[in-house]
């Protein structure tokens, strides 16, 4: 096989489109609520929103006004996370149980999705996210440069998307840890991938309290 | 009553740069105290580690008697504070943000609330993004002396306010001191540093020259006199009697009588001298005194 052939993301996307065939519409929901819309858009959102929480404030000069304040950093910096963080989950979650009760109102798809699953898929989503969102959290804290920063973070992700999508070089991708086999294999078991969900949770922890610290100590 | 701020040895270093050189300063509580020196003396460095803003890399500094910065909240909770040049959140309304950087406060000065809000007639309804400098300045100031705290820290307080809002500003800073509270704020006018403060600490270079009162600082500076001659005086003959030319405005001379008072006085009645005052001396006298900077200020 050529090379231009075995990097071309053509092998993919018609794995991509077979299993959506094979699998029906719960298949396709999966591919375009979360491996397309959140792992994509999502990314971005997580970007976006992370490098507001330090790096934007350093650049707008309101830092200083926000550190004179009577609280403390600790707060300061945790409230800035869990707004962040709700802004990418509720999005996940709202618009996961809508697709799944849409589903029961729209006769011509003719299968059901059950909303348990479904919600069970987002949360997943939604650290998965939460994590690409903790690591550039962490990144803001450290810089004062928030478009330096956003477009690392998307460059970062583009670029293991397009690994993703190329079969021999897809296992250096964090996509794949938040791809369609991954999510239909919670809709159709029921259940989170355990040890990988708590993994992110460790990552999201080690990665705010890396933040912290450093917010801590920084001069601004 | 023990000082309000303490600083001892106090060192700050950016990299190679050294803001602060081992400065040593006392603040009594209850007074207005000013901060004065040139741009990049380390003022504004100083203010900045007072309310955990900074770290300082070397020395002690107390505010309130809490210790900084492992106590900086604490500080925080009880301090006032105006940054010089620090940006608000403009998508906020006036009344917003007011509330918002009011929050947290245990108490605000409810008596003056109106009184302040009338003097910078603030249009609070209105998002920051439509203010002017100066009122953005006139809002953070709000922010900063409304809360009924027994410290104040004023960075540049009336820099982009105009002549009446600073008049009643000076007034409010008046009416705090009656009330026991310190404020401590850096200005470059010395004129309201001289009008309005207690004491005067100067920092240059990250050192600090001198501190005292406005009274300490007169007596310590070089006296002037301001005289026109009829025809150019001879500096060698003014030195021998203790005169010496400061500057010069058109044809007034300041002289900078060196030596006694009363023999440079005797000493120019053999010159040619037209018109004599005596200059009573001012901050601004001891600024150029410190920094070498050229001035010929106005008599009192």
């Known amino acids: 096989m050529p090379l231009w052939a ?5 092998q993919a996307v018609r794995e991509l489109l077979e299993t959506i065939e094979d699998a029906g519409f719960s298949a396709y929901l999966v591919a375009q609520q979360f491996f397309k819309a959140a ?7 997580a970007a976006l929103f992370a490098t507001g929480a330090v790096a934007r404030e350093v650049e707008n000069r309101t830092i200083e006004f926000l550190l004179t304040r009577p609280w403390s950093r600790r707060r300061i910096l945790a409230s800035k996370f869990v707004a962040g963080a709700l802004a990418l ?3 996940i979650v709202a618009s996961s149980a809508s697709a799944a009760l849409l589903v029961r109102v729209i006769p011509d798809i003719g299968e059901s999705v059950p909303v348990g699953p479904i919600l069970l898929a987002s949360a997943h989503c939604s650290l998965f996210l939460v994590a690409i969102y903790a690591a550039t959290f962490l990144g803001s804290t450290l810089s004062s440069d928030a478009n330096r920063m956003a477009f690392v ?26 791809d369609v086999p991954t999510y239909l294999r919670i809709l159709r078991e029921g259940r989170l991938p355990v040890g990988l969900d708590v993994a992110l949770v460790g990552v999201i922890g080690a990665l705010y309290l890396a933040a912290d610290r450093i917010f801590a100590r920084r001069d601004f | 009553m023990p000082p309000a701020v303490e600083i001892r040895r106090l060192e700050k270093r950016f990299g190679r740069r050294t803001a602060l050189a081992g400065v040593d300063l006392d603040i009594p509580a209850g007074e207005v105290f000013g901060l004065v020196g040139p741009n990049g003396a380390g003022k504004s460095t100083l203010l900045r580690i007072l309310v955990g803003v900074v770290r300082p890399t070397g020395g002690e500094a107390r505010a309130l008697g809490y210790r900084l910065p492992e106590e900086s909240l604490a500080v925080r909770r009880r301090t006032g504070y105006l940054p010089a040049d620090a940006n608000l959140y403009e998508r906020m309304r006036g009344a917003e943000f007011l509330a918002f950087a009011l929050n947290g406060y245990s108490a605000l000065d409810r008596s003056l609330e109106r009184r302040l809000l009338e003097a ?28 009924d705290v027994p410290l104040h820290i004023l960075d540049e307080p009336t820099e982009g306010l105009d002549p009446s809002v600073r008049i009643a500003l000076l007034d409010v800073l ?3 001191r009656s009330r026991g509270r310190t404020v401590l704020l850096s200005c470059h006018d010395l004129a309201e540093v001289e009008r309005i403060c207690d004491r005067v600490a100067f920092l240059n270079a990250g050192k600090l020259l001198d ?10 500076t070089a006296r002037f006199l301001r005289a026109t001659f009829r025809t150019e005086p001879d ?10 030319i400061a500057g010069r405005e058109g044809e007034v001379h300041l002289l900078r009588i060196e030596g006694d008072p009363s023999a440079a006085l005797r000493g120019l009645a053999d010159f040619p001298v037209a018109s004599l005052e005596w200059n009573r001396p001012s901050l601004a006298d001891l600024y150029a005194q410190l920094y070498g900077a050229r001035s010929c200020s106005s008599a009192a």
């Open chain 2, 120 to 147: 910078f007639d603030l249009p609070l309804r209105v998002r920051i993004r439509a203010y002017s400098h100066g009122m953005k300045r006139k809002l953070a100031l709000a922010c900063a002396l409304l809360p």
């Open chain 2, 174 to 176: 008046r009416e705090l």
């Open chain 1, 89 to 91: 989950v509720v999005p």
């Open chain 1, 6 to 10: 075995k990097i071309a993301p053509l």
């Open chain 2, 211 to 220: 501190c005292d009162t406005i009274e300490g600082i007169r007596s310590k």
């Open chain 1, 39 to 45: 792992n994509s858009l999502g990314t971005a959102a």
């Open chain 2, 235 to 244: 500096r060698g003959a003014l030195a021998r009697v203790g005169l010496a």
């Open chain 1, 153 to 178: 973070v998307l460059g970062v992700s583009t670029l293991s998307f397009a690994l993703y999508m190329v079969n021999e070089v897809t296992h250096y991708s964090f996509y794949r840890y938040s």
